[in-house]
């Protein structure tokens, strides 16, 4: 039997998951509304458009000759679609389209539409507003802009009047700095949605947004989508393409969904992060396709500033049947999570030609609430990968302290108010071909270990012509390495159950300072 569910509505689309039928990708299916057959799709997440407000739908699947059970269900109620083409958007690419989105979207009554048709849409920063919906139709273009001078700044703190406490409403890396506002930009509002088969581009280049990709000019570079203390944000749909910097930053925020959206970059463009939830409870990232110039996901809760601050981990998250492309990691926490990393769960997803699948970056210095503890990878599918699993508690990378003794020493040193911790880390149920570089490089701080690592059903096998490179940044480890097997370093307790590796050089487990190592193979 198919087993189908509804995942995400609005007032004009419905979106389906076809549940256990392979990762992001499954066999040929159609869709069938009111005894109609409307659609045809291998994508295990799948949405139905141009359907008709506050009205029932019977909806079923067909698939190699089985049926699901027909599913009863309703569109959202809609009370009115305001088209910004209406208030004088030209959506010809030259005229700066900006005030007159704005104008629609302020003008948007509750349970109400603002509707983006076909066209090129010029446009600066567009800020959101609670209890509304945004519609992209297929066609539609956002173009951002080149010129610093148009954007709003978004001051990083700004003390209160009676001086006891401070607003924060801009963000870089962790820290509360100045950076320009992003394309869409939300700022205490809740219930929006984001949707559409249309595109917002930042339209960046080496020659404008990424050059000295790491300095302030004016201000830090602009995010696409910017959510700063929001509440039930769904993003659906959308192509999210060449940003300035990170696509989507949500942040100090709670009940995110990221729905069925792409995010392109080009390979070698700088901190194009696809998705940085940055201190967010409830998160959704379900069925997107990710192909970047940095990690496709990057879970994060400030640097120590805001870590010791305000104490707001990263937790909840859910990521599945997700497509990762290019990049350096696929879920990566860190290097900015003082406040904590917890509860992360990521399953029936496929990761290509990234760096590494799972990347963990910390060091000495984060802080004692960085704890990353309850991180689960299932039904993962990696081919290309370099490294598949990498945890690092010595990354060399951002930051003056970056190089030094206290940073990269590989002695015990005394636990204080300064390290961080890893506690448990479960991966099941994973294949990864034509890895390059290591099976697995962990290594974790020597005054404190990696409390427990579990491989379970794990198979690594390698590529024909790797390409070498380093298994970490982190100091005093080779530049160039290839083929090497399961390497782990400073662990409590280790568990491998069935864990085939085929094609390394030298020993297929290296293992240094694990006090306990259960091993149990097939």
């Known amino acids: 039997m198919i087993d189908v569910k509804i995942i995400f ?49 019977k909806l079923k699947i067909v698939q190699n000759g089985e049926t699901s059970e027909e599913i009863e269900t309703q569109t959202e109620y809609e009370y009115v679609t305001l088209n910004v083409k209406r208030f004088h958007a030209f959506g010809d690419g030259v005229h700066d389209d900006t ?75 962790g820290n509360p700095l100045n950076s320009f506002a992003s394309m869409f930009t939300g700022i205490y509002v809740s219930n929006v949605v984001i949707t559409g088969e249309g595109v917002i581009d930042g339209n960046s280049a080496i020659e404008d947004w990424w050059t000295e990709d790491r300095s302030e000019f004016e201000a830090y570079r602009p995010r696409m989508i910017f959510l700063n203390h929001c509440s039930d944000i769904t993003i659906h749909g959308i192509t999210v393409q060449n940003s300035p910097a990170w696509n989507i930053h949500p942040y100090f925020s709670e009940n995110i969904r990221i729905i069925g959206t792409t995010m392109l970059n080009p390979w070698d463009s700088p901190n194009t992060d696809g998705v940085d939830p940055e201190s967010v409870n409830g998160l959704e990232i379900i069925g997107v396709r990710f192909s970047l110039g940095d990690d496709c996901v990057a879970l994060k809760s400030g640097k120590i500033y805001m870590g010791q601050k305000y104490k707001v981990p990263t937790q909840n998250v859910e990521i599945r049947q997700c497509y990762m492309q290019h990049g350096h990691g696929g879920v990566s926490i860190g290097s900015e999570m003082a406040g904590g990393i917890k509860n992360i769960h990521a399953s029936n997803c496929i990761f290509e030609h990234t760096d590494r699948g799972l990347r963990i970056k910390t060091r000495r210095g984060r802080g004692k609430d960085a704890i990353v503890d309850g991180i689960h990878f299932e039904n993962i599918h990696m081919d290309h990968v370099r490294t598949p699993f990498g945890v690092n508690c010595y990354y060399n990378c951002c930051d003056p302290d970056r190089h030094s003794d206290y940073v ?30 290591a099976g697995a490089f962990l290594y974790g701080l020597p005054e404190k270990k990696i409390e427990e690592v579990i491989f379970r059903n794990v198979t690594v096998d390698y590529a024909d012509e790797p390409i070498p490179m380093e298994p970490a940044m982190m100091d005093d480890v080779d530049e160039e390495m290839t083929l090497k097997g399961i390497c782990i370093y400073n662990v409590k307790k280790l568990v491998t159950e069935n864990v085939q590796i085929e094609g390394c050089e030298g020993e297929k487990f290296d293992i240094q300072e694990v006090e306990e190592w259960i091993k149990e193979e097939c």
């Not at 954007?151 to 870089?172: A, F, H, K, R, V």
């Open 9 to 57: 509505k609005t007032s004009r689309k419905i979106t389906i998951e076809l549940v256990n039928r392979g990762p992001f990708f499954t066999d040929i299916y159609e869709i069938w509304l009111n005894g109609k057959k409307v659609k045809e799709s291998e994508k295990t997440i799948e949405t139905i458009n141009g359907l008709i407000p506050d009205t029932r739908y």
């Open 99 to 173: 005030t007159a989105i704005q104008a629609a979207i302020m003008s948007c009554p509750e349970k109400s539409r603002v509707f983006i048709p076909k066209g090129h849409y010029a446009v600066t920063s567009i800020f959101l507003k609670s209890n509304i919906t945004i519609d992209i139709e297929k066609g539609a273009v956002l173009i951002g802009t080149k010129n610093r001078k148009a954007l709003p700044i978004l001051p990083g703190m700004t003390q209160s009047y009676e001086e006891n406490e401070d607003y924060n409403l801009g963000s870089w890396e």
């Open 408 to 437: 990269k020493c590989k002695k015990p040193l005394p636990v204080d108010e300064r390290t961080p911790e890893i506690k448990q880390l479960v991966f099941e149920n994973i294949t990864c071909h034509n890895c390059h570089v």
